[in-house]
Every structure is written in C-alpha cells, then in structure tokens.
C-alpha cells in the first residue's frame, strides 16, 4: 500500500549495521546532518534539518521507498536490481530508481565455479544447480542467455553449498574474491557491477521534501565530487606549464602565482577531480615541475 499523506520531513532509509551502516552515516554527517538516537535506534530524529533516518536491514529499503514510508534509502545496487525484478514479476509498484552512484561499497555479482571446471560459455551451466542469494538476477540471466539451470535459493553462506552438495556451483557477491578462493572456488561471469546508491522513487514529492530531496541530492554531489578532489601545488619553468597542465588528471583552470626572485619560474595550483598517481608525478617532474605536493579538498563551492 502506498502512502500517499504529505508530510514536511524527508525519512531517509540507511542499514543499520553491516557493509553499508558506516558509510551511510559518514555520507549524511558529510552532507552536514545531525540526528539525535532514539532509544529504539531505528528512528532518529533530524535536529540540523527537517531530514530524519530509519535504520532498517538493507532488504527492507526498496520496500520502505515502495511504500512512501521512506523518500530515500542508500542500498547496494544488488539489492535494488533484485527487487526490482521481483516487483515487476509480481505487478508491484517499483521499489525506488537508483538516483546517484555514490562510488563506494563495490562489488560485483557474479558465476562462481568450481576450481576444476573450466568455464567457456552460458550453456555449459544448462542442467546445474546454481545456488544463490539473487534468485531473481540470476534467472533473469539465465533467461536471457537461454539457459535452463536450477536456481537454489540459500539466504547466507551461499559459498559452502558445492561443498555440502547442495548446489554445483554458486552466484554471489564478490569484492576481493578471498571467499572464492578460501572455498575452492574462481570467478567465470558477472552479472552486474554493483556500488552503493541512493535510491527513491521517481517522482519527486510534491511537498516540502521535494525541495530536501533536491537539496539533499546537490550536497551529496558536492560530497562526492570532494571524495575524489586533490589540490596540486608545485613550480615549474614557465615554458613547461603546457606539457604539465596537460598530465594533470581533470584538471579545473589552474592558477599560475608569481614566484619571487626567479622571474622565468611560477607556482601552479590546480583542483584535479580523479585519481592523482606517483605515475602522473613521476611524468610531471620529467616535465620539468619539482616541489609538487598533492593535498586533500574538504570542501568546494564553486
Ligand atoms: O543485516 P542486513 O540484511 O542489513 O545486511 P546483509 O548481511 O544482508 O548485508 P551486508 O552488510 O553483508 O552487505 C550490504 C551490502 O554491501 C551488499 O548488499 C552489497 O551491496 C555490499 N557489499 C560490498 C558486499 C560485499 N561488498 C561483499 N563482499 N556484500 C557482501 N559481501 C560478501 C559476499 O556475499 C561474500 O560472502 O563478502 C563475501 C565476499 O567478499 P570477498 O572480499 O571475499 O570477495
Ligand atoms: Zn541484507
């Protein structure tokens, strides 16, 4: 049932522990929220704006969105994807669309098998037995690719089950892959990349949480967008800031400052939204540069 009562405060959904719990609260402390714990510990109350928490298990986010009783939730991908299908199959209302990538908590669902078998395409898996905590992806898979296996359905612990006999092989969650490795098994097919997101519905609220939600969303662009700055700093001969500017990795202008005493030299200062390498400095001071320093950004206002 959807609710479809205006209320005046945003309820985000986050997990309340596990994988994603830090992260999301790190996320919306960065966006400048503060709540104060109820006893409970499943609802805070939003003191630095009109913007409350429910901390719930990750599976019942996309539910909390589908509902109206949450305007917001940071889930993984995998989660929302799965129930997604779900709802669709069933004729249910869509649990939330993925509103930003937010780039942390990746990992990939993915074919396991075991370490004998070699893998070389879908049909191989024709007449298996593939256990899984994502029934509903990995049936969409297999639909696609035209493969008739059987989808064993394990809520956790989806990795001893080609020990225990109970499926041939798995499809589950991978980050580093040492899960794999320590239970005999390698990596063959990915299903889908995940990360965490935020998620919501569509359809912006027509209430005053629209404008939270907006407003919301443009801080934890800023936060992001931050995550991933650094401030370059270093000197170099004037002929050579082209070669330079053009090693620095989505670099905004950069300023040039004077420096006294050696008129032909400057000082540059650069905001580069990416990954800054030993490689990209390496390549900078073969260009000529030298003090170069790589320092974080805390914020931006552009
Ligand atoms: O209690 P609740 O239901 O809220 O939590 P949960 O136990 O269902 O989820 P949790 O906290 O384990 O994971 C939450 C989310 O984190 C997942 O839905 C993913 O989006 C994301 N995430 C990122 C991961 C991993 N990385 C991950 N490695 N979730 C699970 N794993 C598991 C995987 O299932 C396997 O058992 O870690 C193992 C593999 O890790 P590696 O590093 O050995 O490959
Ligand atoms: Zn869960």
Redesign the pocket.
Request: aromatic share 0%; charged share 30%; glycine share 10%.
């Given at each position: 049932m959807t609710t479809t009562k205006t209320r005046d405060r945003l309820r985000i959904a986050i997990?309340?522990?596990?994988?994603?719990a830090d992260v999301s609260q790190d996320l919306l402390a960065r966006c400048g929220l503060k709540f104060r714990q109820s006893r409970d510990k499943l609802f805070c109350f939003g003191e630095s704006m009109p913007i409350d928490l429910l901390l719930v298990?990750?599976?019942d986010i996309p539910g909390l969105i589908a509902q109206g009783v949450a305007d917001l939730g940071i889930v993984?991908?995998?989660?929302l994807a799965e129930q997604a299908l779900v709802a669709r199959a069933n004729g249910e209302a869509a649990p939330g669309v993925e509103l930003r990538p937010l780039n942390t908590?990746?990992?990939r669902l993915s074919i396991a098998l075991p370490q004998e078998m070699n893998y070389e395409n879908p049909q191989q898996l024709q007449g298996l037995r593939i256990a899984t905590s994502y029934p509903a992806l990995l049936a969409d898979w297999l639909a696609r690719n035209g493969v008739a296996a059987k989808v064993v359905f394990l809520a956790g612990s989806?990795?001893i089950a080609p020990r225990l006999g109970t499926a041939d092989l798995i499809c589950?969650?991978?980050?580093?892959?040492?899960?794999?490795t320590a239970n005999q098994l390698k990596e063959a097919v990915v299903l889908l990349d995940?990360e965490?997101v935020i998620a919501g519905p569509e359809e912006v609220p027509l209430d005053e949480r629209g404008e939270l939600r907006e407003l919301l969303l443009r801080r934890i662009d800023g936060v992001i967008q931050v995550r991933e700055s650094k401030l370059v700093m270093l000197h170099a001969a004037r002929s050579a800031i082209e070669t330079i500017r053009a090693i620095l990795p989505n670099a905004q202008t950069p300023t040039l400052l004077p420096i006294e005493g050696s008129p032909d030299r400057v000082a540059l200062q650069a905001v580069c939204y990416g990954a800054v390498t030993w490689t990209h400095l390496e390549d900078m001071k073969r260009a000529g540069a030298s003090q170069l320093l790589v320092l974080p950004v805390e914020k931006i206002l552009a």
């Open positions: 997990q309340k522990s596990g994988r994603m298990r990750d599976d993984g991908r995998n989660v908590s990746r990992c989806v990795e589950d969650l991978v980050s580093s892959g040492a899960t794999l995940s965490a």
